[in-house]
């Protein structure tokens, strides 16, 4: 079984004066790590569709782009997995 997303929208609330090339550095991070953790724990198979995923728990304070990309790839994958 394969797993598509498609994330049409990041919207990352607490973060402020994040520059155009930090933004990239974020959804670069997010994007491999996601793709790192659906590989590795897909969600289970019931779990077809999720239109909005919000909620999620408080992200560590960091100023590192990637990091901040990582952790936040971290706690969408831990919602789609539960």
């Keep these: 079984m394969g797993v598509s997303l498609h994330v049409d929208e990041l919207v990352i609330r607490g973060v402020e004066g994040v520059r155009h ?9 997010f994007t ?3 793709t790192r953790l659906l590989t590795e724990q897909p969600p289970a198979a019931e779990a077809l569709s999720y239109d909005v995923v919000n909620g999620l728990r408080p992200l560590p ?3 590192s782009a990637r990091r901040l ?5 971290r706690a969408v994958h831990q919602e789609l997995v539960r």
């Design 32 to 34: 491999r790590e996601l």
């Design 61 to 63: 304070a960091t100023t």
């Design 69 to 73: 990309g990582r952790e936040l790839a």
């Design 21 to 29: 090339a930090d933004a990239d550095r974020i959804a670069r991070a």
